[in-house]
C-alpha cells in the first residue's frame, strides 16, 4: 500500500474565529497605545498561527501501517500504529454544528480529527487495519 493523505477540513466556524481574533487585533491597535500595540501584535501572530494550522494540517496513513497528524510547522507530529487503534467513530457536534472522526488509541487517548471525507477517512483505517 502506498500512504495516503487526507487534508483537514475548513469549517465556517474556523473562519468565524480567524475574522473575531483578526477584528479584535485591529481594534487593538487602533487603540494608539503601547500597550494596545503589543495586545494587537500578540493577536496577529495568533490570526497567522491559526491560518498556518488551517492550511497545513493533514492526516497521513503510511505504507508502514502509522498515522501521522501534522497539525502545521509549529506543532509537533502525532504519529499512532495502526494496531494500537481501538475504535474510529464520526461523531457529530452537539450544539456546534461541526463533525469530527474521534481516534481512540491505547491506553485511554484520544484524537480527533477533521477530514474533508470523514467516511473515506475511516474506511481506509479500517481497510488499512485488517490488512496489517
Known amino acids: 500500500m502506498t500512504n495516503?493523505?487526507?487534508?483537514?477540513?475548513?469549517?465556517?466556524?474556523?473562519?468565524?474565529?480567524?475574522?473575531?481574533?483578526?477584528?479584535?487585533?485591529l481594534c487593538a491597535f487602533l487603540s494608539?497605545?503601547?500597550?494596545?500595540s503589543a495586545v494587537g501584535l500578540?493577536?496577529?501572530?495568533?490570526?497567522m498561527s491559526m491560518a498556518e494550522?488551517?492550511?497545513?494540517?493533514?492526516?497521513?496513513?503510511?505504507?508502514?501501517g502509522l498515522l501521522v497528524v501534522s497539525r502545521g510547522r509549529f506543532s509537533r507530529r502525532v504519529t499512532v500504529r495502526l494496531t494500537d487503534i481501538v475504535a474510529v467513530e464520526s461523531v457529530r457536534g452537539g450544539v456546534m454544528p461541526v463533525s469530527y472522526?474521534?481516534?481512540r488509541y491505547g491506553a485511554g487517548h484520544e484524537l480527533s480529527a477533521q477530514p474533508v471525507d470523514a467516511e473515506a477517512f475511516v474506511a481506509e483505517i479500517r481497510k488499512r487495519q485488517t490488512a496489517v
Not at 494608539?32 to 494596545?36: A, E, P, R
Not at 500578540?42 to 490570526?47: D, N, P, S, T
Not at 494550522?53 to 508502514?64: F, H, I, K, P, S
Open 101 to 103: 472522526v474521534l481516534i
Open 32 to 36: 494608539c497605545t503601547v500597550v494596545g
Open 42 to 47: 500578540a493577536l496577529l501572530l495568533a490570526v
Open 4 to 25: 495516503r493523505t487526507f487534508r483537514y477540513k475548513v469549517s465556517f466556524l474556523n473562519l468565524v474565529g480567524v475574522a473575531v481574533v483578526a477584528v479584535a487585533a
Open 53 to 64: 494550522r488551517m492550511a497545513r494540517t493533514a492526516y497521513t496513513l503510511t505504507a508502514d
